[in-house]
Nanobody, 123 residues
Framework: QVQLVESGGGLVQAGGSLRLSCAVSGRTFSGYSMGWFRQAPGKEREFVASMRWSGGWTYYADSAKGRFTISGDNAKNTVYLGMNSLKPEDTAVYYC????????????????WGQGTQVTVSS
């Protein structure tokens, strides 16, 4: 059974930093890409960042460029999203997801999802 479990969310002041983790289990993710998405209240889920599980390729939403970093640790089967210079508009539930092949910014192209972790940025 494939599982993606996010952690690391919380409450932070504007300008602060957080690092989200996504622990994956249940299969080999070689050939897969991982993505981070977020969903704010009343809004659609939106793409944040994506990477190949094997490394060497990353892609970011414009809102994340220069502030967020997606990375992975194959030995720990964990994907991370480092977030710096956080803004109140970054407040959302953050989800990690996995799909076979290249990364994508489309939510409907991902096969597996975690349950999400709440990030709240206060002004």
């Amino acid at each position: 059974q494939v599982q993606l479990v996010e952690s690391g969310g919380g409450l932070v002041q504007a300008g602060g930093s957080l690092r989200l983790s996504c622990a994956v289990s249940g299969r080999t993710f070689s050939g897969y890409s991982m993505g981070w998405f977020r969903q704010a209240p009343g809004k659609e889920r939106e793409f944040v960042a994506s990477m190949r599980w094997s490394g060497g390729w990353t892609y970011y939403a414009d809102s994340a460029k220069g502030r967020f970093t997606i990375s992975g640790d194959n030995a720990k089967n964990t994907v991370y999203l480092g977030m710096n210079s956080l803004k109140p508009e970054d407040t959302a539930v953050y989800y990690c997801a996995a799909r076979y092949g290249l990364g994508s910014r489309k939510t409907n192209e991902y096969d597996y999802w975690g349950q999400g972790t709440q990030v709240t940025v206060s002004s």
